[in-house]
C-alpha cells in the first residue's frame, strides 16, 4: 500500500487507499499511449495561461522544458510508472514537480482531468483516423489497380454461395472498393466530431481564471471549442463513432477474408494465397492455412465487442464525468490498434493473391450459370412470357441434371423433347464473355460498365483528401 501523501489528491484524506483499491483505480497499464497527446495538451494550456497571466513567462519556460524532458524519458523508457500515481496525467504531472519543484504544481491550474482525459483522446482519435486514412487508401489503390490488371478475367458471382451468374472478376473486386469507400466517407465524418476542444471545461462547469479556449483550441489543431462544458467532459459520441466505424470496416474486411479463404479451398481454387500470408501446421506437412485472413475475419468480434462495450458503458451513466468513463479506453486503444492491423492485414493478403481464371471457368460450365440467359433469350427472341421462359429453362437445367449433361450441349431435338419447340441458340451464346456482353445498364458487369465504373473509382480517389489517385 501505497502513502497517502504520495497521491495528488491526498489533501481531504487521512488514509491511503487499500491496495485492491489502488488496483482498479489504476489505468496508467494502459493509458500510458497518451503521454505525447497529454504533453502536447499541456503545454498548450500553461502557455495560455502565461498569455492570459495566470502564469509568467519564465514559469511557462520551465513547464515547457520539464514536459518536454518527461516526454524524452518516457520515449527512452526510463519514467517509471506505478499504479498508486494512477494515470498517465498524475504520473507526468508528479514527474514535472520532480523536475521544477513548485512551479510543476501551478500546471493543474484551471484544468481537472476530466477535460484534459476528454481532450487527450480526442487529439489520439485524430492522429489514428489520420493513419486508418492513409491506410484505407493505399487499400483501396490497390483493389483499384488490381481490378484493371485484371481487366477481362471471368469471374463467378455467387449468391447464397451458389453459383450464380458470370461476372468480370474487376467487377467483384471493385464492390469492395465501394464498400472501403464508404468507410473512408465515414472516416471523415468521425474526424468532424473530434473537431472542437474540450479543454478549458475544467471539472464540468469552466475554469476560474480568465482563461482562453480558443487560444488552446487552436494550438492543438481544433476547428472550435465545445459550447458547453458539461457536455464537452462527460460526451463520448466520438468514440462510439471510431467504433462503429471499426466495426463496420471490420464487416468489410472480414467479408473479403472469408472470401478468399473459401476461394483458396483444393474444392474452389480460385485464388492462390502466397507464403508470406500463410502460416504452416505443427502436425500436417501438407498444409498452408489461411491464417491471416482467419484472424482478420475473427477480429471483426472483437471490435465489434469493443463497440458493444462502450454502449454498455455509457447506458444511463448520469450527468457528467463518472469513473466508469475510464474504461473506455481500454476498447479505445484496442480498436485502433486493430484497424491498423486489419487495414495493413488485408492489403498484405491482396498483394500476395494470385487469381486462377482456369478454375472459375470450369466451375462456371458446370453450374449452370447461363441458365438465366437462356430464359432471357427466350423473352427477347421468342417473346415468351418471362415467368414461362423462367420455366423453360428450369426444364432445361433439370434435363442436364438427370442426364448429366450441360446446357451448352443440348440439342435441337432435346429442347423440343423439354420446351415443346425447337431451339438453336445462337454460337458462342454459352461464352461467359458473351454473357458479359449481354448485361446492360450502369453498374453492370458488362465490360463497358466495368470500364465506366473504374473511371467513377478513380474519381472517387481523386477527391479524397490525401489525393494520391
Ligand atoms: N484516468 C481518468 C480517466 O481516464 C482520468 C480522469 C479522472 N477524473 C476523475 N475525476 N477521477 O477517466
Known amino acids: 500500500m501505497s502513502d497517502k501523501r504520495e497521491k495528488l489528491w491526498h489533501g481531504r484524506f487521512e488514509n491511503a487507499p487499500s491496495q485492491i483499491t489502488e488496483e482498479i483505480s489504476e489505468s496508467i497499464s494502459f493509458d500510458y499511449v497518451l503521454y505525447e497527446v497529454d504533453i502536447r495538451a499541456s503545454i498548450a494550456h500553461a502557455n495560455m495561461l502565461s498569455k492570459v497571466g495566470v502564469l509568467t513567462a519564465h514559469e511557462f519556460e520551465q513547464i515547457e522544458k520539464g514536459l518536454l524532458q518527461i516526454k524524452g524519458e518516457i520515449e527512452a523508457g526510463t519514467m517509471r510508472f506505478q499504479a498508486s500515481l494512477e494515470d498517465i496525467h498524475m504520473h507526468i504531472e508528479a514527474r514535472l514537480t520532480e523536475l521544477i519543484g513548485d512551479t510543476g504544481k501551478k500546471l493543474h491550474t484551471g484544468r481537472s482531468r476530466n477535460d484534459q482525459v476528454a481532450v487527450d483522446t480526442h487529439l489520439f482519435v485524430r492522429h489514428a483516423l489520420e493513419e486508418d486514412r492513409t491506410h484505407l487508401v493505399t487499400l483501396l489503390r490497390l483493389i483499384l489497380s488490381l481490378a484493371n490488371e485484371n481487366f477481362g478475367k471471368v469471374w463467378i458471382g455467387y449468391t447464397h454461395l451458389q453459383i450464380a451468374q458470370p461476372v468480370l472478376l474487376s467487377h467483384y473486386l471493385l464492390a469492395y472498393f465501394w464498400q472501403f469507400a464508404r468507410d473512408l466517407e465515414f472516416l471523415e465524418f468521425v474526424l468532424q466530431s473530434v473537431g472542437n476542444s474540450p479543454l478549458g471545461s475544467a471539472a464540468l462547469g469552466g475554469a476560474n481564471y480568465p482563461i482562453d479556449r480558443q487560444m488552446t483550441a ?102 457528467t464525468y463518472n469513473r466508469d468513463l475510464q474504461e473506455d479506453k481500454v476498447y479505445l486503444f484496442d480498436s485502433i490498434r486493430e484497424v491498423r492491423r486489419g487495414l495493413l492485414g488485408l492489403t498484405e493478403i491482396l498483394k500476395n493473391l494470385r487469381f486462377n481464371e482456369e478454375r472459375v471457368l470450369e466451375n462456371l460450365s458446370k453450374g449452370f450459370a ?40 443440348l440439342t435441337a431435338a432435346q429442347w423440343k423433347e423439354i420446351a415443346g419447340f ?29 470500364k465506366a465504373q473504374i473511371e467513377k473509382a478513380k474519381d472517387f480517389l481523386a477527391k479524397t483528401s490525401d489525393g494520391r489517385a
Open 422 to 450: 425447337d431451339l438453336v441458340l445462337p454460337e458462342n451464346f454459352f461464352l461467359p464473355k458473351e454473357s458479359l456482353e449481354r448485361r446492360q445498364g450502369e453498374g453492370s458487369t458488362n465490360p463497358s460498365s466495368v
Open 218 to 319: 487552436a494550438e492543438l489543431g481544433f476547428s472550435g471549442v465545445y459550447a458547453n462544458s458539461m457536455d464537452a467532459v462527460s460526451n463520448r459520441d466520438y468514440q462510439l463513432n471510431y467504433h462503429f466505424f471499426a466495426t463496420r470496416l471490420y464487416l468489410h474486411i472480414s467479408r473479403f477474408c472469408e472470401d478468399v479463404i473459401i476461394y483458396n479451398t483444393t474444392e474452389f481454387g480460385y485464388v492462390t494465397l502466397g507464403d508470406a500470408v500463410t502460416t504452416g501446421s505443427s502436425i500436417m506437412p501438407q498444409k498452408k492455412n489461411p491464417d491471416i485472413a482467419e484472424l482478420l475475419r475473427g477480429k471483426a468480434g472483437r471490435v465489434n465487442g469493443n463497440l458493444q462495450a462502450l454502449v454498455t458503458n455509457l447506458k444511463a451513466l448520469p450527468m
Open 370 to 409: 447461363l441458365a438465366t440467359d437462356i430464359a432471357d433469350f427466350l423473352v427477347r427472341v421468342k417473346k415468351t412470357p418471362f415467368r414461362d421462359a423462367h420455366a423453360v429453362a428450369g426444364q432445361a437445367v433439370a434435363y442436364c441434371e438427370k442426364n448429366n449433361l450441360r446446357l451448352e450441349g
